[in-house]
């Protein structure tokens, strides 16, 4: 019996190691795009009627919508929020230098963070092995280190990244865009999404959208 507690040891050693890494590493799946509805559809959305254009922001705030991520971006001090955008008109819309800034009630602007700054984000989170030292009975297999950041993780984040250059007539687009709360208990709570760089089929630019986050959190879904 004794034999079988000393055998087990670093099985259950390492269990809980790969638990402790697993709020902020992405799992091993591939990471699916949400389906993106007309803007119209979303609580927090704007329409710019002149340009058929309605954008719409899309926080993944919760856990249950954070579900689709195989990275905790939560824990990471960062607030997904997917961009919506639908043309309505005859002529495609330009979206190539869009600019999108999430504005606190405080009036701090944030702008969203780039694939590389959500990678040094996750590489500095605290891991176990930076913790105390735990002793064990038999020595580990020792090997090359492994990335900060893991491959599938760096494939999430480019894949949810939004890259969309034009939104083509009668069809909606969206993509995410990260941005770094990092110290901010309540992000969402009285602030404004700013959104501009938009430009027509004439390369004129489109006039900004500000959309308040208050009609995301105060949304109430229609009773049946």
């Not at 990471?31 to 509805?37: I, L, N, Q, T």
């Not at 927090?44 to 309605?54: D, G, R, S, V, Y």
């Not at 009036?107 to 735990?134: F, M, N, T, V, Y």
């Amino acid at each position: 019996m004794l034999a079988s507690r000393r055998y087990l040891s670093p099985l259950v050693i390492g269990g809980a190691l790969l638990l402790a890494l697993a709020p902020v590493l992405a799992k091993d799946k591939d990471f699916v795009p949400p389906v993106a509805y007309h803007a119209k559809t979303y609580p927090a959305h704007q329409e710019q009627t002149n340009e058929h254009l309605t954008v719409a922001a899309d926080p993944y705030d919760m856990a249950d919508k954070a579900a689709i991520f195989g990275v905790n971006y939560k824990a990471a001090g960062f607030l997904p929020i997917l961009l919506v955008l639908s043309n309505d008109g005859d002529q495609p819309i330009s979206v190539a230098n869009i600019k999108v800034e999430l504005i606190t009630v405080d009036r701090e602007k944030l702008e969203a963070a780039q694939p590389d700054q959500i990678h040094r984000r996750i590489a500095k989170l605290k891991r176990p092995d930076q913790g105390p030292s735990i002793p064990l009975p038999l020595p580990l297999p020792t090997g090359r280190p492994k990335p900060a950041v893991s491959g599938a993780a760096k494939e999430e984040i480019e894949a949810a990244h939004f890259k969309v250059l034009a939104v083509e007539p009668k069809l909606t687009r969206s993509g995410f865009f990260f941005f770094d709360v990092e110290g901010l208990s309540s992000p969402l709570a009285g602030a404004r999404l700013y959104v501009s760089g938009i430009r027509d089929a004439n390369g004129q630019e489109v006039l900004y959208f500000e959309i308040p986050m208050e009609k995301y959190l105060t949304y109430q879904p229609p009773t049946p």
